[in-house]
């Protein structure tokens, strides 16, 4: 009896626990849904009130029982009358503002061609600007709901996704190391991200692991001494070291260089630190028997050392990736050169072009996140022991 | 060549072989040494000189030009920055960026109290709870600038348009929601929400899991013995056990607080410092005058005080704050 009321309360507190873990996992990815459902809207419809999360948009619309077919075109849509009359409505109750005065809607009457463009929604009712019949365009009427029957169909915009990649608004030609190079929105951003990423974190994590060899397994003087210099400047803000390598650069006219962009990033204390406490944890009896044989440190370092470190060398490729793939403010300092812009700089200059147009943003910010997610994904288990691991050691 | 400890200190007994052992580590040393050296170690020290100068960065021809831009003024920068004449503080802006850091620093202990909630959610045995924690860590991995671009959509706010927010307000039946990154007194306020948002899932939740699952389950079934409800437990037994990871938390945030370098991105892209500069950091602070106004001296002088902050804190924290932490 008291073990199955243990049961039922251990169920509900589980229950519990999971409507909690849902709730805030939900606020974690509204941004994310709300990012995806706007990238996939129609210009027109991208800032709607109030929000819709499913991108629809008119279909079909009747007004005062013609029912037209709706063409979105740029920010307003058009309507045109479809075929044949459709059957005519009861006439609404109340003042209406009638599209068609000039001929009484009824059985009799063919439909005159109608074109109506609708600018936009609000509690009132539909703003329409009258296009044809020629005698009343330009007019403008608001139709009250009453009077006006809307269908909504979902439309996913998948071709923002293409508009958003072409980027026109920051299309340039440039002079790049004497050659004109064409700088076509986000294919460019692209190619510098990888190419500068790439390298980061293999030069990160190959000369780091070459000195936490050194710092945890060779014998040298002043070695304690040089490793303390490495540890004062793991405390020190990144700004502090940025201005004077900025100010190196600006002077030898380096900025808007790749070496800019790679090398000063490449050498921070923190890769060689979380290595060299990694090397320290294994065991030395294995290198023992092979510098007995006869083994060069090298050899140590490439045969025995590195292939018992994947985890810690997985945790630091992560890491520095991620780190690189996502920063901004180095390369904001050393690069205005559209043609050597990287994804996140390129992504805030887009900004600044498309500054209103809400689904091409989105769908440009889905473009850059989507690397980074599956990089997340797949390197998930090492990224998160190395969090614990720095975090122990702290 | 011991494992754990560092090897003893006693010199290598001849010349010859100290210079043997320094060449046999040099080329596994000297590719990152020779970067750190001038990419970090020296950049340090430089930053410092820097800031005893009136540097206006401008293009030069010949060394000639440079001895022309940098001015010895000693502790002038500093003097202008931190001094205070009877009608005032001599750069209240410098004051004011402040008070706005440690302002959106106000955000820091909700954060730590929402990662250790979360983590405890966590830590129970459920299934599928992997989904949970990488949709919480998300928002850590995402680009900065990505997250900035849809958060201040989702703030948006305009005469007929109305932003995912505002628009939860409205439909929740407040009349009139705030103009979030609009007006002074809601900026901030916005900017805390964004981080709560990116923070509370990220590395502190991770770091507390990890802590939780540190502690032994033997001292819960004893507690469970004794007739410890939840709340017992978790005031005398995880709290305490979780004393270092707090501690670690606490510190780590604070400095990543008064670097604030999403802030930065999040000021930079979404308000531009403003309205009224009520979102801008110190660090945009030194960004404006080394980059906008290239007056160098002045913005390492700032970066200087930054590091002291940073360094006084840590100092302080190493001191006192290791009081409070239990160690089993």
């Known amino acids: ?394 | 060549m011991s494992s754990q400890a560092l090897p003893d200190r006693t010199p290598a007994p001849s010349r010859a072989r100290r210079r043997a052992a320094i060449l046999r580590a040099l080329p596994f040393l000297l590719p990152n040494l020779l970067g750190f050296l001038a990419f970090t170690f020296v950049p340090v020290l430089a930053c410092f000189a820097l800031s005893l100068t009136d540097y206006r960065l401008a293009p030069i021809a010949s060394v000639a030009d440079l001895r022309e831009q940098i001015t010895f003024v000693g502790i002038d920068n500093f003097v202008r920055l931190l001094g205070f004449t009877r009608e005032g503080p001599n750069d209240p802006e410098f004051w004011r960026y402040l008070g706005n850091t440690l302002f959106l620093m106000l955000g820091i202990p909700l954060s730590i109290a929402g990662s250790l909630f979360l983590a405890l959610l966590l830590n129970q045995r459920l299934r599928g709870i992997t989904i949970f924690r990488t949709i919480y860590f998300l928002p850590t991995v995402s680009s900065a600038v990505a997250v900035c671009i849809v958060w201040k959509w989702i703030f948006h706010q305009q005469p007929n348009e109305v932003g995912l927010l505002n628009s939860a307000l409205m439909a929740l039946g407040l009349a009139h929601p705030p103009d979030w990154l609009g007006t002074m007194q809601w900026a901030k306020p916005a900017f805390i929400i964004m981080v709560l948002w990116l923070g509370i899932g990220g590395y502190n939740c991770v770091l507390y899991l990890a802590g939780l699952q540190g502690i032994p389950q033997e001292l819960y079934e004893a507690a469970d013995l004794d007739g410890a409800g939840s709340w017992a437990r978790l005031r005398h037994i995880t709290w305490p056990l979780l004393s270092p990871t707090t501690f670690f938390v606490t510190t780590m945030s604070i400095i990543a607080g008064l670097q604030g370098s999403f802030l930065f991105t999040a000021a930079f892209l979404m308000t531009a410092g403003g309205p009224a500069g009520s979102t801008t950091t110190l660090m945009l602070y030194i960004y404006n005058y080394a980059i906008a106004w290239h007056q160098l001296g002045y913005a390492a002088a700032i970066a200087a005080v930054l590091f002291l902050l940073v360094f006084t804190f840590t100092l302080i924290n190493w001191k006192y704050g290791q009081r409070l932490v239990h160690y089993s």
């Open chain 1, 1 to 394: 009896m008291i073990k199955s009321s243990q049961t039922t309360r251990r169920r509900l507190l589980n229950l519990a626990a999971y409507l909690l873990l849902a709730a805030v996992g939900l606020t974690m990815l509204v941004p994310f849904a709300w990012m995806i459902s706007t990238s996939l809207k129609a210009p027109a419809y991208a800032v709607e009130f109030p929000p819709r999360w499913i991108p629809s948009e008119p279909a079909t619309v009747t007004v005062d029982g013609i029912e037209c077919k709706v063409a979105t075109v740029g920010a307003t849509f058009l309507s045109r009358p479809v075929g044949e009359a459709s059957p005519p409505r009861p006439e609404p109750v109340g003042q209406a503002p009638s599209l068609s005065e000039d001929q009484p809607v009824g059985e009799a009457s063919p439909p005159r061609p109608l074109r109506v463009a609708l600018l936009r929604y609000s509690p009132e009712g539909a703003h329409v600007r009258i296009l044809e019949p020629q005698s009343r365009a330009g007019e403008q009427l608001t139709v009250p709901e009453a009077h006006l029957s809307l269908v909504r169909e979902t439309n996913l915009h998948w071709e923002n996704y293409a508009e958003a990649w072409r980027a026109q608004g920051v299309r340039v030609r440039e002079a790049f190391f004497g050659l004109a190079r064409r700088v076509d929105g986000f294919l460019v951003f692209y190619t510098n991200s990888i190419f500068v990423t790439i390298c980061i974190t293999l030069g990160t994590v190959f000369t780091s692991s070459l000195a936490a060899f050194a710092f945890a397994r060779l014998r040298f003087p002043g070695r304690d001494a040089i490793f303390l210099g490495y540890l004062a400047t793991l405390m020190v803000p990144a700004i502090v070291i940025m201005l004077p390598v900025y100010a190196l650069l600006s002077n030898l006219r380096l900025t808007n260089t790749y070496a800019a962009l790679i090398l000063p990033p490449m050498f921070s204390a923190y890769g060689t630190f979380l290595l060299r406490q990694f090397f320290l944890t294994i065991p030395t009896e294995l290198e023992d028997a092979a510098v007995i044989d006869g083994a060069s440190p090298f050899q140590v370092y490439r045969h025995i050392i590195l292939p018992l470190s994947k985890p810690a060398l997985a945790t630091l490729t992560t890491f520095v990736f991620l780190h690189s793939w996502n920063d901004f403010l180095w390369p904001l300092m050393v690069v205005d050169r559209l043609a050597l812009k990287t994804l996140p700089i390129g992504l805030a200059h887009f900004q600044d072009s498309y500054t209103t147009e809400y689904h091409l943003l989105m769908a440009a910010s889905v473009i850059v996140m989507i690397p980074v997610l599956i990089v997340f994904l797949l390197g998930q288990r090492y990224f998160v022991r190395g969090i614990a691991l720095s975090g122990m050691k702290g």
